[in-house]
């Protein structure tokens, strides 16, 4: 009985962790990768977002598992400076968190930009979808052929 009380205070923190996210918008605390940030809300409670659908190249070493890649820097540069002093919205497609806890969300800002796509209609990022989160699949084909096409940003390199 008494796990099943902990179960449910732990499901019921996480779904209001998640309601308290979407639908609001939120300054960016600090900018980890081309596609990793953390927000902060009012009370100054941070939650790391990992931008849904999309992937952009390592700006660093992560142990073993994911080593600097070519236009990281440059990927991640880019996001820091389109978001200084934005703010954002989160919206959620199935999966609201990945394997590493990170809160999984499309992203848009104030003016209405939709952050996933620009992200790779400029080439910064390379379209990642993966079932059941594909809400945008088509969107985000189209968006990263044109990138290619126009040799945008790390398709430079390829």
Not at 49 to 67: C, F, H, M, Y
């Amino acid at each position: 009985m008494l796990c099943k009380i902990f179960l449910f205070l732990l499901l019921l923190s996480s779904v209001t962790a998640q309601s308290q996210v979407q639908g609001k918008y939120y300054s960016i605390y600090k900018v980890t990768d081309g596609d990793t940030f953390v927000i902060q809300d009012r009370t100054s409670n941070k939650f790391k977002i990992r931008l849904t659908g999309i992937d952009a190249p390592e700006s660093r070493n992560v142990g073993t598992r994911k080593q600097i890649q070519v236009f990281g820097d440059e990927a991640k540069t880019h996001l820091q400076n389109y978001l200084h002093n934005k703010s954002v919205r989160l919206v959620f497609d199935v999966q609201k968190k990945d394997r590493y806890g990170r809160t999984l969300a499309y992203v848009y800002l104030e003016n209405g930009t939709f952050l996933n796509d620009y992200l790779l209609r400029k080439g910064y990022a390379r379209m990642a979808t993966f079932p059941p989160n594909v809400k945008f699949v088509e969107v985000f084909r189209k968006s990263e052929e044109k990138a290619q096409r126009k040799k945008l940003g790390l398709w430079k390199h390829y």
